[in-house]
């Protein structure tokens, strides 16, 4: 079946680490978004892709980065730079903004 | 610019009772509009969109959601509560020119009373 697979599920860090999120999907869909939700404050887009080697900011990027090597994989860094990195990281896909997004299961990173 | 707003963060109902979960939006273009689904530690599953045609839409596990212009808004219902909608629910919209720009609510939790 067709889907997005995040891992891992649950993360710990130490702090000054860098860690990576995974996130693959084999939808074929062209655009890729990374989100991170804490409690009471919704969803917030920390960067999107809408294409192969290209990727865009969203409104809380600082202490992030990413890539997009291929159409299938979007990885996510938290940096040591991102003081508050403790959260639940979702990754996302979409083939056109009629369909939606499909949704991985996200991954909860902690710092210890 | 674009905006949600979700009336009450938390909504409780008694099993059998009607699910009313209500979302505001603003949007300078004809709009699109998504209720998403989210139990505990896991990620967000589409309930049912509107994107154009008909204004009620029916999505799965029961739930339908109309779309009013006037009233810009796109509340999501269910006639009667399981135990099983006990949940975290999303509402997002999204323009149709322009950027693919998705903006969600704060969500609402539903807690579903035997």
């Known amino acids: 079946d067709g889907g997005i697979t995040q891992s891992p599920k649950y993360l710990f860090r130490k702090e000054g680490q860098n860690v990576t999120l995974s996130c693959e999907q084999n939808l074929n869909h062209d655009a890729m978004y990374w989100y991170r939700q804490d409690p009471g404050q919704g969803l917030r887009l920390i960067y999107y892709?809408?294409?192969?080697?290209?990727?865009q900011k969203g409104d809380i990027a600082e202490g992030y980065s990413v890539s997009r090597e291929k159409k299938e994989s979007f990885p996510l860094t938290v940096t040591s730079a991102q003081k508050n990195p403790t959260a639940f990281y979702l990754c996302a896909s979409s083939i056109n903004r009629q369909y939606g997004y499909t949704f991985g299961s996200g991954t909860r990173l902690t710092v210890v | 610019a674009q905006s949600v707003t979700q009336l009450g963060s938390h909504v409780s109902v008694s099993e059998g009772a009607l699910v009313l979960l209500r979302c505001n939006y603003s949007s300078s273009v004809p709009p699109y509009l998504f209720w998403y689904v989210q139990y505990p530690n896991q990620g967000l599953q589409l309930l049912l969109k509107y994107t154009t045609g008909a204004t009620l839409v029916k999505g799965i596990n029961g739930f339908e959601a109309e779309f009013k212009k006037s009233e810009t808004s796109f509340h999501l219902t269910k006639p009667s509560a399981h135990m099983s909608d006990a949940a975290e629910y999303f509402c997002?919209?999204?323009?149709?020119?322009?950027?693919?720009?998705?903006?969600f609510g704060i969500g609402t939790k539903l807690q579903v009373i035997p």
């Open positions: 997002a919209v999204t323009n149709s020119g322009g950027y693919q720009k998705v903006t």
């Open positions: 892709s809408q294409i192969v080697n290209d990727f």
